[in-house]
């Protein structure tokens, strides 16, 4: 059964940084694509970042420049570094591992709280 946890969400004054990890279990992590999305309350989830495979990176524009998605496969985990924060970057963070290129499953995990605030 695939699993995915996520943790490092938080409080955070503006200007700070987090560190979200999500650690996943029951599958070949290494092949999956992997990204973060958010959802704000009142709004649409949305992509935030994500890392393919085989190591390319995509980011949303309102995050590039301050967040920094990683993976590391031998430790089956996906990292996004945050940093200087925002109020509007306050949301559930969720992390997602999608198997479509090789026809198989999408994944969620089932989120880490931001906020951001003074």
């Known amino acids: 059964q695939v699993q995915l946890v996520e943790s490092g969400g938080g409080l955070v004054q503006p200007g700070g940084s987090l560190r979200l990890s999500c650690a996943a279990s029951?599958?070949?992590?290494?092949?999956?694509?992997m990204g973060w999305y958010r959802q704000a309350p009142g709004k649409q989830r949305e992509l935030v970042a994500a890392?393919?495979?085989?190591?390319?990176?995509n980011y949303a524009d309102s995050v590039k420049g301050r967040f920094t998605i990683s993976r590391d496969n031998a430790k089956d985990t996906v990292y996004l570094q945050m940093n200087s924060l925002k109020p509007e970057d306050t949301a559930l963070y969720y992390c997602?591992?999608?198997?479509?290129?090789w026809g198989l499953g999408d994944y969620w995990g089932q989120g880490t709280q931001v906020t951001v605030s003074s």
């Open positions: 029951g599958t070949i992590f290494s092949i999956y694509a």
């Open positions: 890392v393919t495979s085989g190591g390319s990176t």
């Open positions: 997602n591992m999608d198997g479509s290129t």
